[in-house]
């Protein structure tokens, strides 16, 4: 018979209730909740607004439908990562942190290529990118690594 006693590994664990209802835990959480919505949000949005436009292959591209997904389904990871971070997962936590910074830095590239994408995306991608920087400004803020860093 398998133990469910076993000690989990550092990565696995969760960091206390006290570090997780510290005031400013609770803020920094609740921001970051509501930026990556806004980030799911919109990217679902592009997705369905891309479906309206399928007619346009000049506004709709076969680069917007895999950009698009992409975005799609990395906002939805992030949404998960945010919800099991502010649930004390330091595993989750150090992915929300990768994966936030990790968007930044494909969107700065992606916005920065002339003909990529159609104008309209790029502004997503901009909005997008906007959003992101907040949750890496938050999620690499003092408070959040010290609370993940102690448990």
Not at 110 to 129: H, N
């Amino acid at each position: 018979m398998i133990s469910t006693n076993a000690p989990r590994s550092a990565s696995t664990r969760t960091i206390g209730d006290d570090a997780l209802a510290h005031p400013l835990s609770l803020t920094a959480f609740r921001t970051l909740k509501t930026l990556v919505a806004g980030y799911a949000g919109l990217s679902v949005a592009t997705l369905s607004a891309a479906y309206l436009m399928r007619g346009h292959s000049d506004l709709v591209t076969a680069t917007v439908w895999v950009r698009g997904g992409i975005v799609a389904v990395t906002s939805l990871l992030m949404l998960s990562f945010v919800v099991r971070s502010a649930r004390g997962s330091r595993r989750a936590f150090r992915r929300l942190r990768i994966t936030s910074a990790a968007m930044v830095v494909a969107i700065t590239v992606i916005v920065s290529l002339p003909g990529f994408l159609p104008v309209w995306m790029r502004i997503e991608q901009g909005l997008c990118g906007v959003l992101l920087v907040g949750v890496v400004a938050i999620a690499n803020g003092r408070h959040l690594r010290g609370a993940f860093a102690a448990a």
